[in-house]
């Protein structure tokens, strides 16, 4: 069973950060999505079982970090500088195929999601 909490959301600034968390149950291949009303679900951040690889969307690159506490299973995602169109549903996704080597950014190359939590960015 692969078991997925977010948690770490919330009404914040312009400007202002904040740090989501994503608890696992496992040491899976793992990202973060984001879906806003009427959008896409869109990419955001991935990280490689290990913690030695990441990869970003181009709408957050410099702004937001993805990490892991291996020993804990927790999967961070540090957003900084946070703008309006960062507002949306923010989820993190588990990659638990066999034969994949590294880590991948659509949607449908993860098999398991969590519930997800609110970002609202607003003055």
């Known amino acids: 069973q692969v078991h997925l909490v977010e948690s770490g959301g919330g009404l914040v600034q312009p400007g202002d950060s904040l740090r989501l968390s994503c608890e696992a149950s496992?040491?899976?291949?793992m990202g973060w999505f984001r879906q806003a009303p009427g959008q896409e679900r869109e990419f955001v951040a991935a990280?490689?079982?290990?913690?030695?690889?990441?990869l970003y969307g181009d709408s957050v690159k410099d702004r937001f970090t993805i990490s892991r506490d291996t020993a804990k299973n927790i999967v961070y995602l540090q957003m900084n500088s946070l703008k309006p169109e960062d507002t949306a549903v923010y989820y993190c996704a588990a990659d638990v195929a066999s034969g994949i080597y590294h880590i991948r950014r659509g949607p449908a190359d993860y098999q398991h999601w969590g519930q997800g939590t609110q970002v609202t960015v607003s003055s």
């Open positions: 990280i490689s079982r290990s913690g030695g690889s990441n």
């Open positions: 496992g040491d899976y291949r």
